[in-house]
């Protein structure tokens, strides 16, 4: 009866995976910094300016900005990266690897390497913000404007109290692996899967959020629990004053967001940085610390808005 | 059947040290799933093979039907996680699209066939009964399993069903036009063979953006259109033109063997199939219908929280009256 069939072979896209992106990225590549960690990007899209897309912490890695990338690169140029210690990128397990400054050589590593001269940063909290707001500070040239998720500026507040009292004992052997017992050296050895459920669902308290949960969960088992145990170890060489220092050098436009849930990040950090920078400050009722994934429509329009008012010629009639 | 390695494991990568020869972990694919399958496998039939994925364990089975090849089995994206939770879940691709064979005859692409493979899947996963879950065209291939097999169909949902039944929605009555060379391609002309030999995706784009008529449906417009172009123009005209299940009457008498709890959900401004076929169905077979105020073809997608809360209801229903 059948004449014919071609297999689902002769129809697979080269560099297409299985379906699962809304958006294939136009480039890829691998970029080396100074100290020779290779970091993989992902470009999508034309159009001024470039939106760079930086990563959190190693416990996820790009998919973490798969709701913005096919809406932004349908007017821009978007670029995105793991950062190194999880996704495509290296992933060295030494501490020295996640110092402050490699963090933030990673982000112009990328810009260079994909001949991108300025940028547009967009982060979400320590990793995505306060390394944007280090770019900015020591290198403005190279920064337009800084779209900041979930403020993870360090000493600006003090830490949130779990992570307060979690972190006396993260070496120690505990009685129990109940709650944010769980954010400990042998738990995550034991177990580091069952730690990133439990992280995922305290950071995404809103309801209806199995998907975000089960999205960023996987993600951090695609990393490593050596490379998070040496992320953990890489200490922050700036005090209060240094670090109050570096955001009110920050000249660029910037836009600062923030949930009254955050569970990983203090709102006080985001209201003190605003009163630092003078930048506008938009607090989200109800919104934990994973705005972008659990609110993509919000976080999308906030960065169009942004970045179209960077440059009024920027508009484009029936861009939803 | 055939066993497939996982797609994380093909896209397993291996590196020793970084370039700088600090020791590292490896990476062992890019994720991209919230949840992968625990099983995938193959069935054949006359050649043709069916690619399918198992989630999770606990009973009822639920299959998800392939819709219309226009797509492939990562339509159900939102709902696969979720529903696995606590249940087995079972998804396949259609034959024409994703991982599964694309046949080059209209025959091969008849209704009767869409629901033979959901029966092969269902012997090959060793599924005794399953609840169906179907969207639009998957409604057809589930009403000849729910009326012809209905030992094996524990309950049945119908998310904005394709069935011929009454009323029309206006600019969208059947035309026979499809193989013509039509003078225009405006709007819904471009439902036409020849438009889409000659752009495909503009095809895709003007039917996806139909289907999603809701605001902010940028990322499910984009995620369709993708798989839309994992098949191609030729396919995609050999499935319009493939055998259906019959008229109105036809149907009618088929909904009327359906003895298994049925549930319909349509949203009210679905712009693909008249709310209206919805309400034809659910009182023409006692089911429940639940709209979707606003909602249009695909709420599984765009309003997928209540989509998956009113099947997770529907399945323990079905636990609780049995």
């Known amino acids: 009866m059948v004449t014919a069939s071609r297999t689902s072979a002769d129809h697979a896209l080269a560099g297409a995976s299985d379906g699962t992106r809304a958006r294939q990225p136009t480039r890829t590549g691998l970029a080396a910094g ?59 397990t030494d501490p020295t690897a996640y110092h402050d400054d490699r963090i933030v050589e990673d982000i112009a590593t990328v810009m260079d390497a994909t001949g991108t001269e300025r940028a547009v940063l967009v982060g979400l909290c320590v990793d995505g913000v306060w390394r944007a707001i280090r770019l900015a500070a020591e290198d403005p040239g190279r920064v337009l404007g800084i779209v900041a998720f979930s403020i993870g500026v360090p000493r600006l507040a003090p830490p949130m109290p779990h992570y307060a009292t979690a972190g006396k004992t993260f070496e ?74 570096r955001c009110r050098a920050v000249t660029c436009p910037m836009l600062l967001v923030h949930g009254t849930e955050d569970r990983c990040q203090s709102i006080s950090r985001a209201h003190r940085l605003a009163e630092i920078t003078g930048a506008p400050l938009v607090v989200v009722e109800g919104a934990n610390h994973m705005i972008p994934g659990r609110h993509p429509v919000l976080a999308n329009l906030l960065i169009r808005d942004f970045v179209r008012g960077l440059d009024p010629a920027s508009r484009v009639e029936g861009f939803r | 059947m055939v066993r497939v390695r996982a797609p994380e494991e093909a896209a397993t990568e291996r590196r020793p040290a970084t370039a700088a020869g600090l020791p590292q972990t490896t990476a062992r694919r890019e994720q991209a799933r919230a949840r992968y399958p625990d099983s995938t496998g193959f069935v054949e039939r006359d050649g043709v093979r069916v690619f399918y994925e198992v989630y999770g364990t606990g009973e009822p089975t639920v299959l998800m039907l392939p819709t219309w090849s226009i797509v492939h089995g990562r339509i159900w994206k939102m709902q696969i996680a979720d529903l696995a939770r606590r249940n087995r879940v079972v998804t396949f691709d259609p034959r024409g699209n994703g991982r599964s064979d694309r046949p080059s005859t209209a025959d091969a692409y008849a209704e009767s066939e869409f629901a033979a493979d959901a029966l092969a899947v269902m012997d090959a996963t060793a599924t005794r009964r399953a ?124 909904i009327a063997r359906v003895h298994c709890p049925v549930l319909v959900i349509h949203g009210r ?54």
């Open chain 1, 34 to 92: 100074p100290d020779g960690v290779r970091i993989a990007w992902e470009e999508f899209g034309t159009g001024s300016p470039t939106i760079l897309l930086l990563p959190s912490t190693p416990i996820v890695h790009s998919r973490q900005w798969k709701a913005q990338i096919h809406f932004l690169s349908r007017r821009w140029r978007v670029i995105a990266f793991d950062g190194r210690g999880n996704g495509r990128s290296d992933r060295p």
């Open chain 1, 172 to 245: 120690d052997e505990l009685p129990t692996s109940d709650g944010w017992a769980k954010y400990n050296r042998h738990h995550w050895l034991r177990d580091y899967a069952d730690f990133a459920r439990f992280f995922f669902s305290e950071m995404t308290t809103e309801p209806h959020s199995t998907k975000a949960i089960d999205d960023a969960a996987a993600w951090a088992v695609d990393g490593s629990v050596d490379v998070m145990l040496a992320e953990h170890e890489a200490e922050l060489p700036f005090d209060l004053e240094a670090v109050e220092a």
């Open chain 2, 269 to 322: 401004d679905d712009a693909i199939r008249p709310h209206a076929h919805g309400e034809e169905l659910a009182s023409a077979s006692g089911g429940r219908l639940i709209t979707i105020e606003g909602g249009g073809h695909i709420p599984n997608s765009r309003d997928p929280v209540k989509v998956n809360l009113a099947i997770r209801e529907f399945i323990r229903g079905l636990a609780g009256g049995s």
């Open chain 2, 131 to 254: 609840v169906l879950v179907t969207l639009s065209m998957g409604a057809q291939r589930g009403l000849l399993l729910a009326s012809d097999h209905s030992e094996r169909v524990a309950g049945a949902v119908f998310i904005g069903p394709a069935l011929a039944l009454q009323a029309v929605i206006p600019g969208r009555e059947p035309v026979d036009t499809f193989m013509d060379h039509l003078d225009t391609d405006e709007g819904w002309a471009k439902y036409n063979a020849q438009f889409w030999r000659r752009d495909y995706r503009a095809f895709l784009e003007f039917f996806f953006s139909q289907c999603f008529n809701e605001a902010h449906s940028t990322k499910p417009t984009d995620d369709a259109v993708g798989w839309g172009l994992e098949t191609d123009a030729e396919t995609l005209i050999v499935t319009d033109i493939a055998p259906g299940i019959g008229d109105r009457d036809a149907i009618l008498a088929r």
